[in-house]
C-alpha cells in the first residue's frame, strides 16, 4: 500500500464491516434501551445495569479474543465467523418479552424475568460483537492502514455510528412505532449474518508481526505497569477517550426516549436525517484535515466543538434549533472520536495491534457505558419529570443531560496537557544539540 492511499477494495471492506457493525451496535446501544423502555421496564436503573452489563462482558471478550487474533493472525476468521454469531443473537432480542416470560415461569416475577433474560442475552450478543467487530475488525483496519492515512480512514469510520442512526431512524423506525419488534431485530440480525458470509469469501490478511510469549502474557501485556510507563502517550490518549466516552453515555442512551418524550418533535426523523448527515459530512473533511495537522493535536479543539453543541443543546426545543445544535454536538463528537482513534492506531505497536483493542474497550466502552449511564440516570432521576402513555405514568430524560455531558468532557483538558507536554518533550529530544 503506498504511504497515504487507501485502495478501493480496503475503503470497500472498511464501509461494509464498518457499517454493518454500527448497525448492530445502534441496535443494542440504542433501540434496545427503547425496546426495554416501552415492552419491559421504564426504570432508568434498569436501562443503565443494560449498558454496563454489557460493556463489561464487550471489555472481557475483547481483550481475551484480541491478544488471541494477534497470535493467531486470523483476524478473518473472528470476523466473519463473529459476524454470522453476532446477527443471529440480534435477532434473538425480539423473543424476549414481559407475556413470553409470565409463560415460562408463572410463579415468577415476569418483569424480573424478562429484565434478567434481556440483560444475559444482551451479554451473549456483546461478547460476539466485540470479537468480531471491536478485536478483530479494528485490529484488521489498523494493519491495513499507517500513520499517513489512519486520521481519514477514522474519519470516515467515525460516521459509521451516526449513519447507522439514519439507516435504522429512515427505514426501520416505523416497525418499532407499530410494535413490530421482532421482524425489527431480525433484519438487522440477518443482515449482519449475511456481511459475515460474505467476509469469509472477500476479506484478505494484510502482513504483520506476531507478538512473542505465551498467550495469557499477550492478554496482560497492555495491563502491565511496565507497559504503561513504556508507551505513556498511548495511555494518557485513552484516559482523554475515557473522558470523551464518558460524556456521550451521559446522554446517548436516553437520546432516543427524550427526543420522541420530552420534546415530542412530531418530525423528529427529519431532524435526526438533517444532522446525522451534516455531521458524517464534517467528519469525513475533517478526518483529511486532522491527518495533515495531526490527529493528537485536534483532540482538544473538537472536544471544545462538542462541549458547545452540548450546551446548545440544553435550551434547544424546535426542530430548527435541535437540528442546529445537535450538528454541532454530532460532530464535535465524531471529529473527536476520529482524533482519539487515529492517535491511539499510531501509538500502535506494530504486534500488538489486536491486544490495544481490548486496552481501547476498557477506556473507550467499559468506563464510559458503567460510569456514563448512572450519571445520566442520576441526572433524570432527579428531574423526576415523566408523561403518560396509556394511562401508565413514566419518567422521561429532560435536557439536564447535556449539560451534565459537558460537564464531564470538560476534563479531557488534562490528558489534553499531559499529551502536548510529551509532544514538546519528544520534540526537544530530537533536536539535535
Not at 250 to 278: E, H, K, M, N, S
Not at 300 to 315: E, K, Q, R, S, T
Request: with cysteine.
Amino acid at each position: 500500500m503506498t504511504q497515504g492511499r487507501v485502495g478501493r477494495r480496503l475503503w470497500f471492506w472498511v464501509a461494509v464491516l464498518g457499517l454493518t457493525g454500527q448497525l448492530a451496535w445502534t441496535i443494542e446501544n440504542m433501540y434496545l434501551n427503547v425496546f426495554v423502555h416501552d415492552t419491559i421496564t421504564d426504570n432508568p436503573a434498569v436501562l443503565a445495569a443494560l449498558v454496563a452489563a454489557s460493556a463489561l462482558a464487550a471489555t472481557v471478550a475483547t481483550l481475551l479474543a484480541g491478544a488471541w487474533s494477534d497470535r493467531t493472525g486470523r483476524r478473518r476468521e473472528f470476523i466473519a465467523v463473529g459476524y454470522v454469531a453476532w446477527g443471529l443473537t440480534t435477532a434473538a432480542f425480539g423473543l424476549v418479552d414481559v407475556e413470553t416470560a409470565a409463560a415460562l415461569a408463572p410463579g415468577v416475577d415476569a418483569v424480573v424475568l424478562a429484565v434478567v433474560g434481556i440483560i444475559v442475552l444482551d451479554c451473549v450478543m456483546s461478547v460476539l460483537g466485540a470479537t468480531a467487530n471491536d478485536a478483530a475488525f479494528n485490529a484488521w483496519v489498523t494493519d491495513s492502514t499507517d500513520e499517513h492515512n489512519r486520521g481519514k480512514v477514522d474519519g470516515v469510520l467515525a460516521t459509521m455510528p451516526l449513519l447507522a442512526m439514519l439507516v435504522v431512524f429512515g427505514a426501520l423506525d416505523p416497525l418499532t412505532q407499530g410494535g413490530r419488534w421482532l421482524t425489527f431485530f431480525s433484519i438487522i440480525g440477518g443482515v449482519t449474518a449475511l456481511v459475515g458470509m460474505l467476509a469469509w469469501f472477500g476479506l484478505r490478511e494484510p502482513a504483520r508481526p506476531r507478538p512473542g510469549g505465551s498467550y495469557l502474557s499477550s492478554v496482560l501485556h497492555g495491563l502491565r505497569p511496565a507497559t504503561m510507563r513504556a508507551n505513556p502517550q498511548l495511555y494518557i490518549t485513552l484516559a482523554a477517550w475515557a473522558v470523551l466516552g464518558t460524556s456521550t453515555q451521559v446522554f446517548l442512551p436516553f437520546l432516543i426516549i427524550y427526543v420522541q418524550r420530552y420534546l415530542r418533535i412530531d418530525g423528529y426523523p427529519i431532524v435526526l436525517a438533517v444532522t446525522l448527515l451534516t455531521a458524517s459530512v464534517v467528519s469525513v473533511v475533517g478526518g483529511r484535515v486532522l491527518d495533515k495537522a495531526g490527529p493528537q493535536r485536534g483532540i482538544l479543539p473538537v472536544a471544545a466543538l462538542y462541549a458547545v453543541g452540548l450546551l446548545l443543546m440544553f435550551p434547544a426545543r424546535g426542530m430548527v434549533s435541535v437540528t442546529l445544535a445537535g450538528t454541532v454536538m454530532m460532530s464535535g463528537f465524531m471529529l473527536g472520536v476520529a482524533a482519539v482513534s487515529a492517535t491511539v492506531r499510531n501509538l500502535t505497536p506494530p504486534d500488538r495491534a489486536g491486544q490495544v483493542q481490548g486496552l481501547r474497550m476498557v477506556f473507550a466502552i467499559l468506563i464510559p457505558m458503567v460510569v456514563g449511564p448512572f450519571i445520566g440516570a442520576a441526572v433524570i432521576s432527579g428531574a423526576a419529570e415523566t408523561y403518560v402513555d396509556l394511562g401508565v405514568v413514566k419518567q422521561v430524560p429532560t435536557p439536564w443531560i447535556f449539560p451534565a455531558a459537558a460537564v464531564v468532557v470538560a476534563f479531557i483538558v488534562v490528558p489534553a496537557f499531559f499529551l502536548r507536554r510529551h509532544e514538546a518533550a519528544t520534540t526537544r529530544e530530537e533536536i539535535p544539540a
